[in-house]
């Protein structure tokens, strides 16, 4: 029997639960839990669910701040191997699985979900994809639940492809510019060229 190929999102976080708390995405941790229960009215009772939970880092924080009805599921079974290893370190008794957000089964089971730092959205390769899993999401939502998720932001590839250009054109001597910055916000070329401040 052949092996099955895996998707370039499958293969990227098998072997990178033990780096993945370095990045500095994964920094931010207690401040977006702090919102988390901001928006939960710091309601212990809720029922939680992490999409695409990694190695664990909400869940883990929720449940040290009292939360004790809390599920992490992530499609990589290195990042939840790493999950358990971590709550076990804390001494915690969480509930960490293996499962697709594009096959999840539960119904109306959670109060509040979660799906931060691209926790499985929008990652797939197609639309179809991705409303599969905000679908699953709200099945799994119990009436009056709330769904609280990050997403990529669309121009973020056009700056780093910009970005990316200009310095290569400064390092190949085809720009001679003190300084360049591309402006997301304005779309705009910002340089620095004898003190003084132009765009293009």
Known sequence: MSKQHKQWYEELFENYGKHYD???????????????????????????????????????????????????????????????????????DIDFRVADARNLRFNSEFDLIIMLCEGGFPLMET????????????????EGGKLIFTTLNGLYPIFNSVQEFMNEQKEEGNASLDKLKFDLMTFRVIYKHFNNLFSE
């Open 22 to 92: 370095q990045e500095c995405f994964t920094q931010g941790t207690l401040g977006e839990c702090d919102f988390i229960e901001q928006e939960s009215a710091h309601n212990k009772q809720l029922r939680i669910l992490d999409i695409g939970c990694g190695t664990g880092r909400h869940v883990i924080e929720l449940t040290k701040r009292g939360y004790t009805n809390v599920m992490g599921v992530d499609l990589s079974g290195s990042q939840i191997v790493r999950a358990k290893e971590k709550a076990a370190a804390e001494q915690l």
């Open 127 to 142: 639309d179809e994809m991705n409303f599969e899993i905000l679908r699953n999401a709200r099945d799994a939502l119990a």
